[in-house]
T-cell receptor, first 116, second 114 residues
């Protein structure tokens, strides 16, 4: 079954304790991305990756890191989480589209993170 | 800069009524994609439709239809004969050729009342 998986689905942590949210896709998609969703703000892109070893900042990258060592995985790293990073996080992957840029995105189930 | 505006924050209609969700986009690019996604109360994001900028044909899928008008930079979504299961947050999104980001609107929360 084609899917994007995220782990953990729920996480409560404390300020400053490093954490990683994993994201994996089995569709051989080149493009992967992370979003956060906050009430009233919709989805905002954190980081994206066009392919292995190619990553770039989205609209709200501060306080996050990513890596893309393999095509299927795109982990999101919070080196020192803070309460303002409490949010719902979505990972997504996509096939290349018209003229090579981003086509339909398939989303993971989401990770609800609370930073105390 | 690219922008997507969903002016309707929240809409409530009675079941079986038709409802239209508005989406207005801004871009100077001539090549772009537009999307609609649904987020039901369970929280997942479900892809509904993709439209590229060269295809202005309207699309119908069952009770759902989409009206793409480049002249007004709009990509509106209509649900005909709404059902309670249509209750969700709906997001419109834009992707442009020269920028690999996808910009989402803030979403419209739709309540279908029984």
């Amino acid at each position: 079954e084609a899917q994007v998986t995220q782990n953990p689905r729920y996480l409560i942590t404390v300020t400053g304790k490093k954490l990683t949210v994993t994201c994996s896709q089995n569709m051989n998609h080149e493009y992967m991305s992370w979003y956060r969703q906050d009430p009233g703000l919709g989805l905002r892109q954190i980081y994206y990756s066009m392919n292995v070893e190619v990553t770039d900042k989205g609209d709200v990258p501060e306080g996050y890191k990513v890596s893309r060592k393999e095509k299927r995985n795109f982990p999101l790293i919070l080196e020192s989480p803070s309460p303002n990073q409490t949010s719902l996080y979505f990972c997504a992957s996509s096939i290349p589209g018209l003229a090579g840029f981003t086509d339909t995105q398939y989303f993971g189930p989401g990770t609800r993170l609370t930073v105390l | 800069a690219q922008k997507v505006t969903q002016a309707q924050t929240e809409i409530s209609v009675v079941e079986k009524e038709d409802v239209t969700l508005d989406c207005v986009y801004e871009t100077r690019d001539t090549t772009y994609y537009l999307f609609w996604y649904k987020q039901p109360p369970s929280g997942e994001l479900v892809f509904l439709i993709r439209r590229n900028s060269f295809d202005e044909q309207n699309e119908i899928s069952g009770r759902y239809s989409w009206n793409f008008q480049k002249s007004t930079s709009s990509f509106n979504f209509t649900i005909t004969a709404s059902q309670v299961v249509d209750s969700a947050v709906y997001f419109c999104a834009l992707s442009v050729n020269r920028d690999d980001k996808i910009i989402f609107g803030k979403g419209t929360r739709l309540h279908i009342l029984p």
